[in-house]
């Protein structure tokens, strides 16, 4: 297997040999999941902290149980309590971090760039649980597995992205995925909620359901990232969800075989409808879940496989 990087910052650097590499490796991990014993030992003997500078169920839980499956002693820290809230700068913390010999660093922060500048600091391995605006590549990935387990390839589909894109960072990262893999993308979200200079990142981009959703192999919603905002993006979440809320009389612009993704939280009832969310036809949102949690476990394998060689051999 070949992934030539030291840590996972993003998609931007991977290619497409390497994400099919992560995507192979994590297919083995689902049906690891699926048995009676999980456990594997990729990681026996290692160290991983988990640093949440954002609040997170999901993602963190999901990190945590990956480690704990693969043999790690697994640690994370509660930083919203921590020095960095009196005052200590995220280079002093990554000299304490170095003074712990950690092994695996996995980091989510609210400011763009945050990991990146970490992972230059550190003696180890960092993984980008998501940082600000700029990226959330295990999401992606996650999102890519399920569209191969369900679609049965992950190229040549069209994909749309609907909702709030100037916010995400999940956006971004599956925009560039997707495009690796050639697939067609559009994105669909009222224009005060993408970004300037959206057009540049090779897109299909419109203001309307009907004809984002057209023919569409999958439809992926996004959550409104109201914490995100400072303004007014939106009239009201009631005549928001009557325009960009996914429910079935919308749905059925896409293929008959559509499936329906969410990162999750999901706000019911404003980016898409709670029966529809629940249909095990076609939503695919629980099998998201399940798919985080295997291909965390990949990318920490790759990158535990990585760790005894000299980082001047390996990429970002």
């Known amino acids: 297997m070949r992934f030539d990087h030291r840590h996972l910052l993003g ?86 971090l170095n003074a712990m010999h950690p092994d695996l660093l996995v980091v989510r ?15 180890c391995a960092v993984i980008n649980a998501g940082d600000g605006r700029h990226e959330h590549p295990t999401q992606a990935l996650l999102d890519a597995l399920t569209i191969r387990r369900r679609k049965g390839r992950l190229h040549r589909l069209t994909v749309a992205i609907c909702g709030d894109i100037a916010h995400s960072r999940v956006a971004r990262s599956n925009i560039l995925l997707l495009h690796k ?22 897109v299909e981009v419109t203001h309307d359901m009907e004809e984002g959703l057209k023919d569409a192999d999958v439809v992926m919603m996004l959550r409104l990232q109201k914490e995100r905002m400072d303004g007014g993006f939106i009239p009201s979440e009631r005549e928001y969800y009557h325009r960009y809320g996914l429910d079935a009389e919308k749905l059925r612009h896409a293929k008959e075989d559509a499936i329906v993704m969410h990162p999750g939280p999901m706000n019911r009832g404003v980016e898409i409808d709670g029966t529809l969310a629940d249909d095990i036809n076609r939503s695919v949102i629980q099998e998201q879940v399940e798919m985080g949690v295997a291909v965390r476990m990949a990318a920490m394998d790759l990158l535990a496989r990585n760790l005894r060689a000299r980082p001047t051999e390996l990429s970002a």
């Open 11 to 96: 998609i931007e650097p991977l290619r497409p040999d390497e994400i099919e590499t992560l995507l192979d490796l994590a297919d083995r991990y689902v049906t690891l999941g699926r048995q009676r014993d999980k456990h594997a030992h990729a990681l026996a003997g290692l160290t991983q902290i988990n640093m949440f500078f954002e609040t997170s169920t999901r993602t963190q839980a999901s990190f945590e149980l990956a480690g704990k499956r693969m043999g790690a002693d697994v640690m994370s820290m509660a930083m919203q309590a921590s020095s960095i809230k009196k005052g200590e700068t995220l280079i002093d913390t990554a000299m304490t």
């Open 109 to 123: 922060h609210p400011n763009s760039g945050a990991v990146d500048l970490l992972s230059q600091k550190v003696n």
């Open 181 to 202: 893999m050639e697939n067609r993308v559009r994105l669909v979200a009222p224009p005060t909620l993408l970004p300037a200079g959206i057009e540049e990142f090779g």
